[in-house]
């Protein structure tokens, strides 16, 4: 069987032999032929499939990892307190966090008599209880895995809207001689607002499953609550408006854009080289490109004025793939090749910063769905998004079209 290390390193080969044959068919003007080039997309599309292989097999074994820890605990005399290894003292768990919370979660979700009363640590206000903590850590690690933005970012808690101190310009030192005045500087502030917009999400489950004890529904709501807030999140966190949803990367452009490409649909070596270097270099050390799939496919022939590859394949596992030395990360939502669009984001995305507003919640429904045999359940998140630093990430725009 196959390992992402084994095939990392067969789809490194194929990409060094995919750069050879294509160093070889061109001809004195630079091109090559029409069966090269058929050639070479085969090539280049091998190469594109094994990268997709490798993130599925390396998201199958994080996965096994988390499903094979240690569920249970040993029994011991002290009820309130368990000594580790290190001599610390780990308090029992209490409010949303303890087993007597979850147990009667589990038992609302199925809409069965509780067992304690334990869920008076919760919070219905909304008509929901907010979901056990450790079900909302893992929605959040379940984010992470179907949002790149969010991996990326900064991430804060907020209990109401934050205002954010950003600093317009900066104190400015002048040499003064002896006994001559001292010229002022005269630093100036701004404020980013970051706010809550409502996500939410209803998923229908029959009664039947309900009723059956071996149908894992809290890793089920889980699982799909996570996809489902992750694919909306990430889609708002790239081109967002910031009506109603949070502001994406690519459409927070105000005084972010780096450079302008010289044609609407393709993108230059010199481009990309003049977008890293638009970045002030304090930046550039935890910097990243963030671009579409297929813009990938369209600079992966590249070279830099050495004649190497402006991409590089990364071998080793869980490293991204890298193009001018920096890592390189994709999402689908991000805008593609046409006249006037941002279509790469390159910088510290610590620059973007997400808000998480209190908890997540589910809420159960009855009496909507009962007609079918189904049970309704929504689940309600509040979370902005917005760059708060506009020279730390900066956009490349495509020209616009004649």
Same mark, same amino acid.
């Given at each position: ?65 988390? &499903?094979? =820890? %240690? ?6 005399? +002290?009820?309130?307190? *368990? #000594? ?117 999400? &209803?998923? =229908? %489950? ?6 059956? +004890?071996?149908?894992? *529904? #809290? ?117 593609? &090749? ?65």
């Amino acid at each position: 069987m196959n390992t992402s290390l084994d095939l990392r390193e067969k789809r490194t080969k194929i990409w060094d032999n995919a750069k050879d044959f294509l160093d070889s068919k061109r001809g004195k003007d630079g091109l090559i032929s029409e069966e090269d080039s058929k050639t070479y997309e085969k090539m280049e599309q091998e190469v594109l499939n094994l990268g997709k292989e490798i993130d599925r097999l390396e998201k199958q074994t994080a996965i096994d990892l988390e &499903l094979s =820890k %240690v569920t249970s605990k040993p029994i011991l005399n +002290s009820p309130k307190f *368990l #000594e580790i290894s290190k001599g610390e003292i780990n308090r029992e768990k209490i409010g949303r966090a303890s087993d007597e919370y979850k147990a009667d979660f589990g038992r609302l979700l199925r809409c069965k008599p509780l067992i304690h009363n334990a869920m008076s640590e919760g919070v219905d206000t909304d008509g929901g209880f907010l979901v056990p903590t450790e079900m909302e850590k893992q929605i959040v690690t379940d984010l992470a895995e179907y949002n790149v933005i969010r991996s990326l970012a900064k991430t804060i808690n907020t209990s109401s809207e934050r205002k954010i101190p950003v600093a317009a310009t900066h104190s400015t030192a002048t040499w003064t001689a002896e006994n001559a005045a001292i010229t002022e500087s005269d630093p100036t502030f701004s404020q980013i607002m970051i706010d809550a917009f409502k996500l939410t999400d &209803l998923v =229908k %489950v029959s009664i039947e499953l309900l009723q059956d +004890s071996a149908f894992d *529904l #809290e890793t089920y709501l889980s699982n799909e609550f996570a996809r489902a807030f992750g694919v909306a999140e990430e889609e708002s966190f790239c081109v967002g408006t910031g009506t109603g949803q949070p502001t994406g990367i690519f459409t927070d452009n105000g005084g972010s854009i780096g450079v302008t490409a010289n044609s609407p649909t393709a993108i230059t070596v010199d481009n990309l080289i003049d977008l890293v270097y638009s970045l002030k270099s304090p930046y550039r050390g935890n910097s990243c490109f963030i671009m579409k799939d297929i813009t990938v496919s369209a600079i992966r022939k590249l070279k830099d004025g050495n004649g190497a590859y402006l991409w590089q394949p990364s071998s080793q596992a869980g490293q991204p793939d890298r193009l001018l030395g920096y890592p390189l990360y994709t999402s689908p939502y991000v805008p593609a &090749l046409a006249a006037n669009a941002y279509t790469v984001a390159f910088g510290d995305m610590t620059n973007f910063w997400i808000a998480d507003r209190m908890g997540r919640t589910i809420a159960r429904l009855n009496e909507l769905y009962a007609g079918n045999g189904q049970v309704g359940f929504i689940a309600t998140e509040r979370v902005d998004g917005k760059v708060v630093m506009n020279e730390g990430i900066k956009l490349l725009k495509m020209a616009a079209g004649s």
